[in-house]
């Protein structure tokens, strides 16, 4: 993929014929060349096989990178297959397919997952040979096509009761759905960050004093991870199994060229703290009380229908973020530390010049530096780098191509297939829609997606390196946030981004643990400086800056 230097003018073309948009709510950057070339045929792959199956009168979304930003466009299903379409849209809603992917995930898919990333992990990268690395690189690299074709895959099941439910609602009152939809507060446990292994390691360094005293003892995050790892008996034992889980996993992102969780170890240790502090989920899952106020906010002759939706949208909820946990989130992690292993001896040899480098090589250009038969040289590959750094989603068009269109009217259509068509909608719609930029307004404007209001410090993240800087009590301020960014979510007091929309990452995970959040504003990294005081209104979608 030809890309330009940071220094140089940036053209963006349209990748093909249609309407493309930027997908800045997974994507707040550019991504890495190996990114951009492994990531794109497993996203069109795995939507084609859920939309046959879901009856979808689109086939799949084709997704490229064009100067390594996101950009997405829909592909119309072939009108041959329009009959075939209408009739598994039909049996969508009546058998509740969404229930038979779940039944398939938690028996098969899940568990297959984490044994084929354990067994990659299990392998030492540094004592294999050249060609042997080489082998185990290809290994770990196919697992991560196979898990982004998964994580795909299972995209209506995690979507479509959610898109069913908003569109239900929507049509029954004008209320912010951010307040229905934080019912599903509790159903997702691993959206904020909860995990037995970590109930587990906290329990552990409770009971033991010198494990509490190390903790807090002052010395670098990463030593204090390699002793506590280290320890003999069941405190070693816990603290290996939750790095085990999370500790290679992507932190914040979707692309390889980003750190694992263990890359930033601040973040790991300020979490084990607050885990030790404060054992118990803060808020817990939605009451009945709570069910029943909303309940009577739609007419009585829907209620009955309202209670069947929700109990739709709690019972698929945790497969929004485990598709991606145990899938690509996952492996991509394993694949950059496969990656790093490698980059360690190409620039121990003066290669590159970094270790992190390689990820910015293509595949091909990969395989040729591994054999030293070529390839880029640490100039190009350190300017590839900068490029990503120094770039963001919110400076490349939001669209490229055609001009947008509205969507053709559904009139005379089966309504089982209008009813899936809208639900699909509706949720792409809130993936990552905005209201528009107002630069002039005292007040920044954006979604509310999580509800309740909290004021504290602003800490602006920009890089994975800044999670560290994180500490409880804070809001965050960032682009946007991904599947993993569960690890670090617990500390945060309210979260505030410049992407997303309702069924965004942000909003899910804050929702999830009952922290105020506010998505899709365009521009709080901007407006808003770091350790500035600010007051964020989840359901209002307003965020002020308050006096210092």
């Known amino acids: 993929m030809n890309r330009p230097t940071p220094s140089a003018p940036t053209a963006f073309e349209a990748p093909g ?37 879901y009856g979808l009168l689109i086939d799949t979304l084709d997704f490229r990178f064009v100067n390594g930003f996101a950009y997405s466009s829909p592909v119309p299903a072939a009108e041959a297959d329009i009959p075939e379409r209408f009739t598994a849209a039909e049996e969508v809603f009546r058998t509740k397919i969404w229930r038979e992917d779940l039944e398939r995930w938690d028996r098969d898919v899940k568990p297959a ?70 019912l599903t507060r509790g159903s997702a446990p ?21 494990a509490r005293e190390r903790l807090e003892c002052g010395q670098a995050s990463a030593e204090i991870l390699e002793q506590l790892r280290h320890e003999s008996g069941s405190l070693g034992e816990a603290t290996r199994a939750y790095l085990g889980v999370v500790g290679d996993r992507l932190l914040n992102s979707l692309d390889t060229a980003e750190p694992r969780a263990i890359e930033v170890p601040d973040a790991l240790v300020a979490r084990i703290r607050l885990a030790v502090a404060q054992p118990v989920h803060r808020d817990g899952a939605v009451t009945e009380g709570e069910v029943a106020r909303l309940r009577e906010k739609i007419p009585s002759e829907y209620h009955a229908q309202f209670d069947e939706l929700l109990d739709e949208v709690r019972l698929m909820s945790r497969l929004r973020d485990e598709r991606g946990f145990y899938s690509d989130v996952w492996a991509g992690g ?38 030293r038969a070529g390839g880029p040289g640490a100039a190009e590959l350190a300017e590839r780098a900068r490029y990503r750094k120094e770039q963001r989603a919110e400076n490349a ?41 107002q630069r002039d307004s005292p007040v920044i404007k954006g979604i509310g997606a999580s509800p309740g209001t909290y004021s504290g ?41 410049n992407a997303g929309g309702l069924l965004s990452h942000a909003a899910i995970v804050g ?3 009952g922290i105020p959040s506010v998505v899709g504003t365009r521009n709080a990294t901007a407006r808003i400086a770091d350790g500035a005081r600010v ?9 002020r800056i308050d006096a210092p």
């Open 113 to 182: 997952s984490i044994k084929t990333h354990q067994a990659l992990l299990a392998v030492d990268p540094a004592t294999l040979s050249d060609d042997e690395l080489m082998t185990y690189v290809d290994r770990c690299r196919d697992n991560l096509q196979r898990m982004i074709h998964q994580h795909h895959s299972f995209n209506l099941a995690a979507i479509l009761p959610v898109g069913d439910f908003m569109a239900h609602v929507g049509a029954w009152t004008s209320l912010p759905m951010g307040e229905f939809l934080a």
């Open 457 to 497: 410090r602003a800490r602006v993240i920009d890089t994975i390196a800044d999670l560290g800087r994180l500490e409880q009590g804070d809001v965050l301020i960032t682009a946007a946030t991904t599947d993993s960014f569960n690890i670090v979510l617990p500390l945060l007091g309210a979260i505030v981004t």
């Open 397 to 437: 068009p939001a669209e490229l191509g055609d001009p947008a269109s509205p969507p053709p009217p559904m009139d005379g259509l089966p309504l089982e297939v209008i009813r899936v068509m809208t639900a699909l909608g509706t949720a792409i719609q809130s993936l990552g829609a905005g209201p528009r930029d």
């Open 334 to 371: 394993v694949m950059r530390r496969a990656l790093l292993a490698a980059g360690e001896r190409l620039a121990a040899e003066g290669r590159i010049d970094a270790a992190a480098h390689l990820i910015e090589a293509s595949y091909e250009e990969i395989q040729a530096l591994l054999r």
């Open 17 to 53: 014929p249609g309407t493309w948009s930027v997908d800045a709510a997974h994507f707040p950057r550019p991504v890495s060349h190996f990114q951009a070339e492994i990531h794109p045929p497993g996203i069109t792959s795995g939507f084609l096989e859920c939309a046959r199956r």
């Open 511 to 513: 929702r999830e643990y």
């Open 190 to 210: 691993e959206s904020a960050g909860s995990f037995p292994e970590m109930d587990r390691l906290a329990e552990e360094i409770r009971h033991r004093p010198d």
């Open 535 to 543: 007051t964020v209104d989840g359901t209002t979608g307003d965020v």
